[in-house]
């Protein structure tokens, strides 16, 4: 509905809507543990949600009037989860619904948002497992893989859950392809050298010619004549990647891939960040993260195939308190963390007055795999804590329990 | 000179045990038995690799070696009923039936997938041939007694389980080379003529045999078939069946087609769609070997429900959580916490699907898969419960000698960080 305000010939027929909608949105969670994730823990709090966003945290908060009052006495309040690496909006159903992966090694101008599917199962199967927020990538298995967004997991069209375009540029530094050029790892060292190097030059020429365009004789530089800037999309997409003003996700596995994407950061000036995979991830490593004041977050990926177990976030994170890494810690790298590398911090990742709504009400601490989620608040609404996966329950306890009924009766 | 050697060789033999059954006692855990409720503060005593003690007042017979554990945790060693670690290869992928294959052939006991499946509690596990094949190969239960020689490490006096696979990756598989099995028809088929023809080689085989039993001379024996030879020991239920499925349909195609050559069905593998006919498995007595959560990542596993658990465990399907993995048998016990996320199923029914009932799914429920005196002393102890997520196994016990140790296995069991 907010979207509408664009519309401004329908403004003022649905501005009453508008009204109401947002009286509705009042919800006043009350005597939970508040677990603000930047601040100290609130027990016995309550947390003021108004207009889709947070709008107190205190003590004996009144209930406004209208307000949906939710109890959480023995409970606990976090803000979403925040997921880095997924694919939740354009996996789909497996076989023509994936959209993940376009063709070629070098699709850095392939964009998510063009394929987000509100209705793909990924998203309410992921929103009730307590992650509000994720990226979503565009594939992996290029080196130079696309833009990414970072979506709500609650709205109708793509547009309504967008909370940031192209969030980053995905890069796999062990995207070898077989019997082609790259086929080794230094091979993909060259050709993402090779495109950052073709980006410079394509910047430079853009420069040059837009200066010669603006020539009102019509001079360009070296040439008698301007013409029309040949646009290069692929190109066009690491623009903002060379100018540090995207950052770069690079995929790694292994001692090498890392090395290789840390040289690269510093001789491009990259804003980079590093996905451990599988290889790279280790039991001790959130703790030696922590100790050498390293800024990381939990990732799903490799937590279960096709990235459709976004849910499972919490595993890398009870696995890395197990050994060594504090809760606080722990929590922290599936909210605030995940969020500043976003750089969507200023909106979520933490319960503070001001920022979006995302809040989740859990029987214990995520970092337990057996806690449940019984409350998901995605920018001020509730969401039904129902997905595919509970439909097929319901429709096969019933199923079965007739059969089994039916049987006994029968004899 | 050589009666020297014989007795150098007794010797180094007498040693040998002498290290590797050790009597072992831990004292001050809480112990979970599975089958017989929580003992707090209790001992557990093993000898000559068998429990031979366990409660709150036990006398630590003299000799056996005692290690505090106060505070922590013991629960059975943990059981993997569909694992892929320790072995060679995984797939015989030239023919959809190759019941010749046998797992036990290519093991490999010096395989650190052996010891970081250690490090998560795991003492036993099936290791079984891939999902290509429609009749694949006899899998292998073994104790992870890493860097032993084979032998050690096969569980012996145990019925092996052949593995059969039905569904979408025998039939891409072969479908993509232009032959059978292309569709589920074809898969049928290729189990239907397999077995039949099996029926025709035991029946020639039981003819030679009786008429040699019964004295007659010039007798020439039918030739022999190692692909019939596994399968005639599967009508002999000599082998049982453990069957990869998804789809409803399949699973009760496969419990159908085990009655009518009337072979013994143990285990339906992921069984993702197990929960849609939970009644029918009940009837079968078939065990449900699958993850908790996986869904989605192909199109027969789209329907994979976390909450299907409730609907199994009502009906009386014995759920079994296995990996299905080389890697992730180590992380049977938090998938375990999983189910409660889910599912309103009491937590030490919850524990058997990593033990007791992985230990009935391989016919092995009298030896190990519970704390009881005259088991297996196969034991994981580990820091907290093993419900709570953020524990680790600090011992990993088989038969009285322990194969993992936090303090010196760790960082090469889940990787260092410096």
């Known amino acids: 509905m907010r979207r509408s305000i664009l519309f401004g010939g329908l403004l003022v027929g649905i501005l009453?809507?508008?009204?109401?909608?947002?009286?509705?949105d009042t919800l006043l969670i009350k005597n939970g543990t508040i677990v603000t994730v930047t601040g100290p823990i609130l027990k016995g709090g309550d947390l003021l949600i108004e207009n889709g966003t947070i709008a107190k945290i205190g003590k004996s908060i009144q209930a406004p009037a209208g307000a949906k009052v939710i109890d959480a006495s023995g409970k606990f309040v976090y803000p979403g989860l925040v997921a880095v690496m997924t694919a939740v909006g354009v996996t789909g159903y497996p076989g023509a619904g994936n959209d993940t992966d376009e063709v070629g090694v070098s699709t850095p101008h392939m964009d998510p948002y063009d394929a987000i599917n509100p209705e793909d199962d990924c998203?309410?199967?992921?929103?009730?497992?307590?992650?509000?927020?994720?990226?979503?990538?565009?594939?992996?298995?290029?080196?130079?893989?696309?833009?990414?967004?970072?979506?709500?997991?609650?709205?109708?069209?793509?547009?309504?859950?967008?909370?940031?375009?192209?969030?980053?540029?995905?890069?796999?530094?062990?995207?070898?392809?077989?019997?082609?050029?790259?086929?080794?790892?230094?091979?993909?060292?060259?050709?993402?050298?090779?495109?950052?190097?073709?980006?410079k030059?394509?910047?430079?020429?853009?420069?040059?010619?837009?200066?010669?365009?603006?020539?009102?004789?019509?001079?360009?530089?070296?040439?008698?004549?301007?013409?029309?800037?040949?646009?290069?999309?692929?190109?066009?997409?690491?623009?903002?990647?060379?100018?540090?003003?995207?950052?770069?996700?690079?995929?790694?596995?292994?001692?090498?891939?890392?090395?290789?994407?840390?040289?690269?950061?510093?001789?491009?000036?990259?804003?980079?960040?590093?996905?451990?995979?599988?290889?790279?991830?280790?039991?001790?490593?959130?703790a030696a993260l922590a100790a050498h004041g390293v800024m990381f977050a939990f990732d799903p990926g490799g937590w279960g195939p096709g990235n459709?177990?976004?849910?499972?976030?919490?595993?890398?994170?009870?696995?890395?308190?197990?050994?060594?890494?504090?809760?606080?810690?722990?929590?922290?790298?599936?909210?605030?963390?995940p969020a500043k590398i976003l750089g969507i911090d200023d909106r979520v990742g933490s319960l503070e007055e001001g920022k979006v709504a995302n809040v989740v009400i859990w029987s214990g601490s995520p970092v337990q795999l057996r806690s449940r989620v019984d409350t998901v608040i995605i920018k001020g609404e509730p969401v039904p804590l129902t997905s595919l996966q509970t439909r097929l329950y319901d429709k096969y306890s019933k199923l079965v329990k007739e059969r089994i009924e039916k049987k006994k009766s029968g004899k | 000179m050589l009666k020297k050697l014989l007795v150098l060789l007794a010797g180094v033999m007498v040693l040998c045990t002498g290290t590797q059954a050790q009597d072992l006692a831990l004292k001050g855990a809480t112990i979970l038995t599975i089958t017989n409720g929580t003992i707090e503060n209790g001992t557990i005593v093993i000898q000559r690799g068998k429990i031979t003690a366990l409660g709150q007042d036990v006398e630590i017979p003299a000799g056996v070696k005692v290690i505090d554990v106060t505070g922590r945790?013991?629960?059975?060693?943990?059981?993997?009923?569909?694992?892929?670690?320790?072995?060679?290869?995984?797939?015989?992928?030239?023919?959809?039936?190759?019941?010749?294959?046998?797992?036990?052939?290519?093991?490999?006991?010096?395989?650190?997938?052996?010891?970081?499946?250690?490090?998560?509690?795991?003492?036993?596990?099936?290791?079984?041939?891939?999902?290509?094949?429609?009749?694949?190969?006899?899998?292998?239960?073994?104790?992870?007694?890493?860097?032993?020689?084979?032998?050690?490490?096969?569980v012996p006096d145990v019925r092996q389980q052949l593995k059969m696979a039905l569904g979408e990756n025998p039939k891409r598989l072969y479908g993509t080379k232009g032959r059978t099995p292309s569709t589920r028809m074809g898969s049928a088929y290729v189990a239907r003529k397999a077995f039949i023809e099996a029926q025709e080689y035991k029946a020639r085989w039981d003819k030679y045999e009786k008429d040699k039993a019964g004295g007659k001379k010039d007798l020439t024996p039918p030739k022999k078939d190692l692909k019939m030879e596994t399968l005639k020991m599967v009508l002999e239920k000599k082998l049982s069946i453990d069957c990869h499925t998804y789809r409803a349909d399949e699973i009760v195609w496969i419990i159908e087609f085990c009655k009518e050559f009337d072979l013994d069905l143990i285990q339906l593998s992921h069984c993702v769609d197990g929960y849609k006919v939970a009644d029918v498995m009940a009837e079968a007595g078939v065990f449900h070997g699958g993850w908790i959560d996986w869904w989605g990542y192909k199109e027969e596993a789209?329907?994979?429900?976390?909450?299907?658990?409730?609907?199994?465990?009502?009906?009386?399907?014995?759920?079994?959580?296995?990996?299905?993995?080389?890697?992730?048998?180590?992380?049977?016990?938090?998938n375990a916490a999983k189910v409660l996320k889910y599912n309103n199923i009491p937590e030490n029914e919850v524990l058997k699907m990593i033990t007791l009932n992985a230990a009935e799914s391989l016919e092995l429920g009298d030896r190990i898969g519970s704390l009881e005196v005259g088991k297996d002393g196969d034991v994981a102890?580990?820091?907290?419960?093993?419900?709570?997520?953020?524990?680790?196994?600090?011992?990993?016990?088989?038969?009285?000698?322990?194969?993992?140790?936090?303090a010196k296995h760790s960082i090469t069991a889940h990787g260092g960080s410096r």
């Not at chain 2, 820091?383 to 140790?405: Q, V």
């Open chain 1, 16 to 24: 009453p809507l508008v009204i109401a909608a947002s009286a509705a």
């Open chain 1, 123 to 199: 998203i309410e199967v992921t929103r009730v497992g307590g992650v509000t927020t994720v990226q979503t990538i565009s594939g992996s298995a290029s080196v130079l893989n696309g833009k990414s967004i970072v979506m709500h997991l609650a709205g109708d069209l793509a547009e309504d859950m967008v909370c940031k375009r192209y969030a980053a540029q995905i890069i796999n530094l062990a995207a070898r392809e077989q019997g082609k050029y790259p086929s080794t790892i230094p091979g993909v060292v060259a050709l993402l050298k090779d495109k950052f190097n073709q980006t």
């Open chain 1, 201 to 286: 030059d394509y910047v430079t020429k853009k420069k040059k010619q837009e200066n010669g365009a603006g020539n009102t004789k019509g001079q360009d530089v070296g040439r008698g004549t301007s013409q029309p800037f040949k646009r290069n999309l692929e190109l066009e997409a690491l623009v903002p990647v060379l100018a540090g003003k995207v950052p770069v996700i690079f995929i790694t596995y292994d001692e090498v891939t890392v090395r290789k994407a840390i040289e690269i950061i510093k001789e491009y000036k990259l804003q980079g960040v590093i996905q451990a995979r599988d290889g790279v991830f280790k039991y001790h490593m959130g």
């Open chain 1, 308 to 337: 459709r177990n976004v849910r499972n976030l919490p595993v890398p994170a009870a696995i890395s308190v197990a050994h060594g890494l504090s809760e606080e810690a722990a929590i922290k790298a599936m909210t605030i963390n």
């Open chain 2, 73 to 154: 945790f013991v629960l059975p060693g943990i059981i993997d009923s569909h694992s892929h670690i320790a072995l060679s290869d995984t797939n015989e992928a030239t023919d959809p039936v190759t019941p010749q294959i046998w797992m036990r052939e290519g093991l490999e006991p010096d395989s650190p997938q052996i010891l970081t499946t250690l490090g998560g509690g795991v003492t036993t596990v099936k290791t079984m041939h891939g999902s290509a094949n429609v009749i694949g190969g006899v899998n292998v239960t073994i104790k992870l007694k890493h860097n032993r020689p084979v032998e050690e490490l096969i």
């Open chain 2, 302 to 334: 789209y329907d994979g429900c976390p909450y299907g658990f409730r609907i199994m465990y009502d009906a009386g399907v014995k759920i079994v959580i296995n990996s299905d993995s080389p890697d992730e048998g180590r992380y049977l016990w938090r």
């Open chain 2, 381 to 406: 102890v580990f820091e907290k419960h093993p419900l709570d997520s953020t524990t680790k196994c600090l011992l990993t016990i088989i038969e009285g000698e322990i194969f993992f140790d936090y």
